[in-house]
């Protein structure tokens, strides 16, 4: 009897400590809620998005897609990218735009990399605490596609698989590469 006891009072302890846990998404395709993401909390190097064009609406955006998910540990999972074409002037001012870029707290720019994409990247983050932000360019089309990737499972994300880092993991680490302009480690 005693153990019958114990065994419904410990179930009960869980399920009233469980209760507390929730996973909440919140999940955007459409390039008129771009905005509303600055008030989403739980964005590891938000910095990242001061990066990225604003003015989305009158720019020819292309796949464009933000999936937020908190867990019950509280950390969240990001999944954002989207992708403009630019006519040709436009697409190297960009890229001139993407490459004057300094961090202000200690001035490192943007990490040009040719080995770990399949397009030329200038990277932010790469698998740091398993966050990867990066912007891939395609000088053939002129398209720029703006990526950041947060603790989600490699099977679980939409992007397309050629547009991730190679050595792309599990919840975001990549193999052999981890870091952050963003941070001083």
């Known amino acids: 009897m005693k153990s019958k006891f114990l065994i419904v009072l410990t179930v009960i302890m869980m399920l009233s400590a469980f209760s507390g846990c929730y996973h909440k998404t919140i999940k955007y395709t ?14 590891r190097d938000k910095e ?24 019950a540990i509280g950390s969240a999972s990001v999944e954002y990218r989207f992708s403009i074409k630019y006519a040709f002037d436009d ?8 490459t004057d870029y300094r961090y202000i707290q200690n001035g490192k720019k943007l990490v040009f990399d040719n080995k ?3 397009l030329p990247a200038y990277v932010a983050d790469l698998g740091y605490y398993n966050t990867n932000a990066y912007i891939l360019t395609d000088d ?17 994300l939409t992007i397309n698989k050629n547009y991730l880092p190679k050595g792309y993991t599990d919840s975001g680490d990549t193999v052999g590469s981890s870091y952050s302009i963003f941070w001083d480690d």
């Open 30 to 43: 459409d390039i008129s809620d771009n905005s509303r993401i600055s008030d989403i909390p739980e964005i």
């Open 48 to 71: 990242f998005f001061k990066i990225l064009p604003t003015e989305l609406e009158n720019k020819e955006v292309r796949d464009y897609y933000f999936n937020w998910e908190l867990g």
């Open 91 to 98: 697409y190297k001012n960009e890229i001139k735009r993407i």
């Open 116 to 118: 770990s994409f399949s």
């Open 140 to 156: 053939d089309e002129c398209i720029v596609h703006y990526i950041y990737l947060s603790l989600f499972e490699k099977d679980d």
